[in-house]
Each structure stands twice: as structure tokens, then as C-alpha cells.
């Protein structure tokens, strides 16, 4: 049996944040590409600290980023139940 996947929820959190950060920016008019650009690189800052797999990094953000828009419940229970379902135990009050 393999190791237990885990995740932070404070990873979690810190991904979500720089998701709804690179949205905003890439929606704006004009949008300022430096501000998309460390969104982009802080999300990927978050997903090395989860895993090097590039499909599993995929996975990851997907459900993210879907969960972002949940308008039924604001707290991050459906990103974790997603996140459990790919076979992740999410850590809480670890930074």
C-alpha cells in the first residue's frame, strides 16, 4: 500500500486565494501581466509543496478552481470532499 496522500488546507487555501487573484486580474480590461504572471507562479509555488505529478498537479487546481465558484456553500467543504475523493487527507491548522 502506498503512502497516504495529504494536503494542507492552508495550501488549499493559499491556491484558491492566487486563483481568484489571477481571474480578477485576467478579466480586468487591461489586464496587467505581471500581476497574472506571480498568480500564476504563487499556484504553482503551492501545488510543489503538494506533489511533483503533473496530472495529479492538474487534478488538484481543477477542483480548485471549480469549487471557487460553489455558490451553495462558502466554507471550503466541497474542495475537501473532492480532494478526498482523489484519495487526499486534508491537514488542518498545519501550516
Keep these: 500500500m502506498g503512502e497516504k496522500k495529504q494536503i494542507k ?7 484558491q486565494s492566487a486563483t481568484i487573484r489571477l481571474f480578477e486580474a485576467e478579466d480586468d480590461d487591461c489586464p496587467d501581466y505581471r500581476v497574472v504572471r506571480a498568480n500564476e507562479r504563487a499556484i504553482e509555488h503551492w501545488l510543489d509543496k503538494i506533489t511533483t505529478d503533473k ?3 492538474r487534478k488538484i487546481l481543477d477542483i480548485i478552481e471549480h469549487e471557487n465558484w460553489n455558490t451553495e456553500d462558502s466554507s471550503f467543504k466541497p474542495i475537501c470532499d473532492r480532494l478526498r475523493g482523489l ?3 486534508i491537514l488542518e491548522g498545519v501550516k
Excluded: A, C, V
Design 9 to 15: 488546507l492552508y495550501h488549499i487555501m493559499k491556491i
Design 55 to 57: 496530472e495529479e498537479r
Design 87 to 89: 484519495g487526499y487527507e
